[in-house]
T-cell receptor, first 108, second 113 residues
Framework: AQRVTQPEKLLSVFKGAPVELKCNYS??????LFWYVQYSRQRLQLLLR??SRESIKGFTADLNKGETSFHLKKPFAQEEDSAMYYC??????????FGTGTRLKVLA | DTAVSQTPKYLVTQMGNDKSIKCEQN?????MYWYKQDSKKFLKIMFS???????INETVPNRFSPKSPDKAHLNLHINSLELGDSAVYFC????????????FGDGTRLSIL
């Protein structure tokens, strides 16, 4: 079955510390992968996607096909990074499967 | 200039009532979605329409009925509201056959008394 796993429900780090939000997926073929972010009481926004290989707000994510992972990383966390983060593979044309999300709390 | 707009933002109503949430997108996308986000922030897809045709219908009670009058609109009607329907409902749109991501609305917070 197609599945995406974000093992951490809550991740707390201190400001300035490195951050890694884990995501593992199990899909046949080559899904497209996205990270979405939801700041408190705001809409979900695209953070980044694997095909563009860009860095947004200092976050990067590398697709590791061998490990079927797409972990989100940032070298130095900032307080404004506190939010819910969702790893989202897209399977086929229409189906976006949201992970359970990881709440990131950056402590001062 | 909102890309995906939902109304209302907040909806407080009593159990047993019928209510509708509207969604409109001005991005020219051909695919629209409804998601339900529960109190634990788990986001689950409910429905998806492509060019007014239903293409995804997850396990959702019959009390929920989506309607897409045209590809820019996807409304959600809920009959006989129950306590468990309390959640935030998000509308989203995307261009189906592309690698572009989904765009989300601000959400509608539904509270059942």
């Amino acid at each position: 079955a197609q599945r995406v796993t974000q093992p951490e429900k809550l991740l707390s780090v201190f400001k300035g510390a490195p951050v890694e939000l884990k995501c593992n997926y199990s899909y046949s073929g080559s899904p497209e992968l996205f990270w979405y972010v939801q700041y408190s009481r705001q809409r979900l926004q695209l953070l980044l996607r694997h095909i563009s290989r860009e860095s947004i707000k200092g976050f990067t994510a590398d697709l590791n096909k061998g490990e079927t992972s797409f972990h989100l990383k940032k070298p130095f966390a900032q307080e404004e990074d506190s939010a819910m983060y969702y790893c989202v593979p897209r399977s086929g044309t229409y189906k976006y499967i949201f992970g359970t999300g990881t709440r990131l709390k950056v402590l001062a | 200039d909102t890309a995906v707009s939902q109304t209302p933002k907040y909806l407080v109503t009593q159990m047993g009532n019928d209510k509708s949430i509207k969604c409109e997108q001005n991005l020219g996308h051909d695919t629209m979605y409804w998601y339900k986000q529960d109190s634990k922030k788990f986001l689950k897809i409910m429905f998806s329409y492509n060019n007014k045709e239903l293409i995804i219908n997850e396990t959702v009670p019959n009390r929920f009925s989506p309607k897409s009058p045209d590809k820019a609109h996807l409304n959600l009607h809920i009959n006989s509201l129950e306590l468990g329907d309390s959640a935030v409902y998000f509308c989203a749109s995307s261009q189906g056959r592309s690698n572009q991501p989904q765009h989300f609305g601000d959400g509608t917070r539904l509270s059942i008394l």
